[in-house]
């Protein structure tokens, strides 16, 4: 599911939460990220893109301190 409502703030900040979430934890790909957070690979293509479900906006509210409103699915 495409998620048109997202601000493209909630986006952004999406993508440099989990770019800080690699960085920190020193993970040189998004694969070793997915499995730190519990998630596919899949999920975080689909979260960089900006496709994500509504089980999925908890996560990201917790990542990126946006509220789940400002990422609608």
Known sequence: MTAPNATP???????AALDR????HGFPNDL????HLGVSPKTISFWRNG???IGDR???S???GHQPADIAA
């Open 9 to 15: 703030e909630a986006l952004q900040a999406l993508k």
């Open 21 to 24: 979430k690699r960085a920190e």
């Open 32 to 35: 070793e990220l997915a499995r």
């Open 51 to 53: 496709r994500w479900t």
């Open 58 to 60: 908890a996560l990201i």
């Open 62 to 64: 917790v990542l990126t």
